[in-house]
């Protein structure tokens, strides 16, 4: 096994460390492996797209979902840190509503798996970051929504002091009782 399985409190998603062999040349490690990835969550999934974006320190990207052609997604951080977290709205779910979150950076090279029917975001905790991911299913700008990241309701506790730089889109997010949910 290539990767230790680390569960979080929504046992849904879930934390991969890769095992890293290093020595005086550098590191090296798989980052995915199809066969371990189905084998610890029992999934069986195809990923079509993969992104990268680099962000400035406070940047908070999210928290993003798409009601149609939802999208699960296999997070990475390359360069940098960010506080990574997965919403659950789910409606059916037992743990609808409820967030975690994990700091994810280049030095841990711990990947975070957020599966369909979650919302995402993370809060850039490095001067920069280079974040890469994942996705079951490509990207349709007229099926994404935002939920509002500092809805009191959801209580996400992001460590930051201060107001974080937002894009328009999720300045305007929708609270968790507005928004469009899963099933």
């Not at 090296?28 to 371990?36: K, M, P, Q, T, V």
């Not at 993370?122 to 974040?131: G, T």
């Not at 929504?145 to 300045?171: F, Y």
Request: net charge negative; proline share 4%.
């Amino acid at each position: 096994m290539t990767m230790t399985l680390i569960r979080t409190a929504i046992p849904d998603v879930l934390i991969f460390e890769p095992k890293v062999f290093g020595d005086e040349r550098g590191f090296f490690f798989e980052s995915f492996n199809g066969i371990e990835f189905e084998a610890a969550t029992g999934l069986k999934r195809h990923f079509v797209q993969d992104n990268h974006s680099r962000s400035a320190r406070n940047v908070l990207r999210g928290l993003h979902y798409q009601i149609r052609h939802p999208q699960g997604k296999l997070v990475r951080v390359v360069s940098g840190e960010v506080f990574d977290v997965a919403v659950d709205l789910r409606s059916s779910s037992p743990t609808f509503g409820q967030w975690v979150g994990e700091v994810l950076s280049a030095e841990n090279k711990r990947q975070l798996w957020i599966p369909e029917g979650f919302a995402h975001g993370f809060l850039v905790l490095s001067d920069y970051a280079e974040f890469v991911y994942k996705t079951t299913d490509t990207w349709y700008p007229e099926h994404e929504r935002s939920l509002l990241w500092s809805d009191a309701q959801i209580g996400i506790a992001w460590p930051i002091a201060g107001a974080p730089v937002l894009a328009a889109k999720d300045a305007a997010g929708r609270t968790l009782d507005e928004a469009e949910r899963f099933a």
